[in-house]
């Protein structure tokens, strides 16, 4: 399932939800120090889910701030 910002940008896809967070697959996980290892997003900035996708309430260059690394 794509992961979006409100704006559209794709942002991840969704490896599973863990607890109060989506975690990303390692394959969106950026290049440099991001690359390999998963990203998690807040459910808190879950929008909507619209068909196979979900929406963030902010837009995808502002999500990534939000992200999580582990």
């Known amino acids: ?16 939800v863990d ?6 697959t390692k394959r969106d996980s950026g290049e ?3 690359e390999g290892h998963h ?3 807040s459910l808190g900035l879950v929008a909507e889910v ?3 996708k979900v929406r963030l ?8 701030g939000f992200e999580e690394e582990k």
């Open 57 to 64: 309430s902010a837009n995808g260059d502002v999500a990534y």
């Open 32 to 34: 440099g120090q991001h």
């Open 1 to 16: 399932m794509e992961v979006i910002g409100a704006d559209g940008v794709h942002v991840g896809t969704v490896d599973h």
């Open 19 to 24: 607890g109060n967070r989506i975690k990303l």
């Open 50 to 52: 619209e068909g196979d």
């Open 39 to 41: 990203h998690y997003i």
